[in-house]
């Protein structure tokens, strides 16, 4: 096993994070602030989730072909649900007394999403993030079948060759990998409470 596998994971995954973020921020917030089409959304990403990783991989390999672009594309779908949902049950739990103080001091609707009710909530959308991030980590492993490279193809190498210290080298490196992240970003989800809790103590 060599760095490359290791920044090629990494690229795929962290690549993959932000364009789920892009994507799920605005579907949450299309679901709070639209009921028409709440439903829809959050059952749309509800259903995406119990799509086995591998299987959606291969449904998407058959129209795009083979390659990362078809695993980032996958991986972003997977990862839809903890983004999407957080942001909406973020900004559904804000306090209906903020709301109404923003409205009282002649906020319009865009202006108090953008500049009261998303900082609030981001905490929260922030733990979605997290969870989007963690588990792209373990489902890019996937990535190898479909051409995509990464750590994945170091454990299927090793599996198709019976050889243990592959299999453990790459497993021990995802594991590494997915504990670094998941405790850098829960200390930052923890400043961000902290801070929340402070602003609120202050109003």
Same mark, same amino acid.
């Given at each position: 096993?060599?760095?490359?596998?290791?920044?090629?994971?990494? !690229?795929? /995954?962290?690549?993959? $994070? #932000?364009?789920?973020? /892009?994507?799920?921020?605005?579907?949450? /917030?299309?679901? !709070?602030?639209?009921?028409? *089409? =709440?439903? #829809?959304?959050?059952?749309? /990403?509800?259903?995406?989730?119990? *799509?086995?990783?591998?299987?959606?991989?291969?449904?998407?390999?058959? +129209?795009?072909?083979?390659?990362?672009?078809? $695993?980032?594309?996958?991986?972003?779908?997977?990862?839809?649900?903890? $983004?999407?949902?957080?942001?909406?049950?973020?900004?559904?739990?804000?306090?209906?007394?903020?709301?109404? &103080? &923003?409205?009282?001091?002649?906020?319009?609707? %865009?202006?108090?999403?953008?500049? *009261?009710?998303?900082?609030?909530?981001?905490?929260?959308?922030?733990?979605?993030? =997290?969870?989007? %991030?963690?588990?792209?980590?373990?489902?890019?492993?996937?990535?190898?079948?479909?051409?995509?490279?990464?750590?994945?193809?170091?454990? !299927? =190498?090793?599996?198709?060759?019976?050889?243990?210290?592959?299999?453990?080298?790459? @497993?021990?490196?995802?594991?590494?990998?997915?504990?670094? +992240?998941?405790?850098?970003?829960?200390?930052?989800?923890? =400043?961000? !409470?902290?801070?929340? @809790?402070?602003?609120?103590?202050?109003?």
């Amino acid at each position: 096993m060599n760095g490359t596998m290791i920044l090629e994971h990494l !690229y795929i /995954v962290l690549l993959s $994070v #932000a364009f789920t973020v /892009v994507i799920g921020l605005p579907l949450g /917030v299309l679901a !709070y602030m639209k009921k028409s *089409v =709440r439903a #829809a959304v959050l059952w749309t /990403v509800d259903i995406l989730q119990t *799509v086995p990783a591998l299987a959606l991989l291969g449904m998407i390999m058959v +129209f795009l072909g083979a390659g990362k672009p078809t $695993v980032m594309i996958g991986l972003v779908l997977y990862s839809l649900l903890p $983004v999407v949902h957080n942001t909406y049950l973020g900004l559904s739990d804000i306090e209906p007394a903020i709301k109404e &103080a &923003a409205d009282g001091m002649g906020m319009s609707r %865009t202006y108090r999403l953008l500049h *009261v009710e998303i900082p609030i909530a981001f905490p929260v959308i922030f733990t979605g993030i =997290r969870i989007a %991030t963690v588990t792209s980590i373990g489902v890019a492993v996937f990535a190898t079948f479909v051409g995509g490279g990464g750590l994945g193809s170091i454990i !299927y =190498r090793g599996i198709h060759i019976q050889n243990m210290q592959l299999i453990l080298s790459g @497993t021990l490196s995802l594991m590494a990998m997915a504990v670094l +992240f998941d405790s850098g970003m829960a200390y930052i989800e923890k =400043r961000l !409470y902290r801070r929340g @809790t402070v602003k609120s103590d202050k109003h």
